[in-house]
């Protein structure tokens, strides 16, 4: 307990960050973020950036009240007994009639993925990507064709948003195309009458339960752009010329909203009211 101040004192005065000198070629070394709800892994690809998406309540399956053993919680208490005693066959034998009965039990699936897709040019100089552990925001820059590029994240507990900016520092020298995707879950794409992305699906598969019963999901995605134009194409988002750019990305699911839809927009306009150093 002494060196507890201590430590608190060390984190303090000391920069705590992850920070790498290449992209992530895969899952595992990308940057993660969340704040319990939803969540992130950042890539920090210059050319095609990709952010996976996911949403604690996004679970394939059914409710059923009948996933649980009758006498299971007699069971587990058996089981722990045998354990402290050593004897380990005894508490297998009481385990089984402690494990849950899983019909049509489903798992939590990935929402799927946002993609931006950077126009092409020399090669990337100065790259470096890190995620800050004493602001959980994580930060990518680079210089291309003799510009260079910021881009920052984090995933907003107040707000619960996930927020992104990427700014330049030339005017009129940012652009880009973001896409959306489902991942493997069906799912639909529309844009509506104000350049928002709009994500709707089902969490379904096949391994853990029918493949035809799950959560509906739904996801919001808004640019605020500093300069240069905004416009969509086939489910697409093209931003052009822009100085600056913010995108909002709101994820709900109907386990617990009877309108997930309405829940992504109110989030979302809420948030673009502020500035990114107000959300963040």
């Given at each position: 307990h002494?060196?507890?101040?201590?430590?608190?004192?060390?984190?303090?005065?000391?920069?705590?960050?992850?920070?790498?000198?290449?992209?992530?070629?895969?899952?595992?070394q990308g940057l993660p973020m969340g704040n319990g709800r939803v969540g992130i892994m950042v890539y920090g690809d210059p050319e095609k950036e990709r952010i996976d998406l996911s949403e604690v309540t996004c679970f394939s399956?059914?409710?059923?009240?009948?996933?649980?053993?009758?006498?299971?919680?007699e069971a587990f208490?058996?089981?722990?007994?045998?354990?402290?005693?050593?004897?380990y066959e005894k508490s297998r034998e009481w385990s089984n009639q402690f494990i849950g009965v899983r019909n049509n039990y489903g798992t939590n699936l990935p929402v799927g993925y946002m993609t931006l897709?950077?126009?092409?040019?020399?090669?990337?100089k100065d790259y470096r990507r890190e995620l800050d552990l004493n602001t959980s925001i994580s930060t990518v820059t680079y210089k291309k064709n003799n510009i260079s590029y910021?881009?920052?994240?984090?995933?907003?507990?107040?707000?619960?948003?996930?927020?992104?900016?990427?700014?330049?520092?030339?005017?009129?020298a940012l652009s880009f195309e973001l896409a959306l995707s489902g991942g493997d879950n069906p799912y639909g794409l529309t844009v509506d009458t104000n350049n928002d992305l709009l994500l709707k699906g089902q969490a379904y598969e096949t391994k853990h339960s029918d493949g035809k019963t799950g959560v509906d999901f739904h996801g919001r995605i808004r640019?605020?752009?500093?300069?240069?134009?905004?416009?969509?194409?086939?489910?697409?988002?093209?931003?052009?010329?822009?100085?600056?750019?913010?995108i909002l990305v709101a994820l709900?699911?109907?386990?617990?909203?009877?309108?997930?839809?309405?829940?992504c927009r109110d989030m979302i306009d809420q948030a673009a009211v502020k500035s990114f150093k107000q959300l963040s």
């Open positions: 002494d060196a507890l101040p201590i430590l608190k004192e060390i984190l303090k005065s000391k920069e705590l960050k992850l920070w790498y000198k290449k992209p992530a070629e895969r899952w595992s399956g059914e409710r059923d009240m009948r996933n649980n053993q009758q006498g299971a919680a208490y058996e089981m722990r007994k045998a354990q402290i005693q050593g004897d897709k950077f126009d092409q040019g020399e090669r990337v910021t881009q920052k994240a984090f995933v907003s507990n107040p707000d619960q948003i996930i927020a992104f900016q990427i700014k330049v520092d030339q005017l009129k640019v605020i752009l500093k300069g240069g134009h905004l416009t969509s194409q086939d489910s697409k988002l093209i931003i052009k010329e822009a100085n600056e750019a913010i709900k699911t109907s386990f617990d909203d009877a309108n997930p839809v309405k829940s």
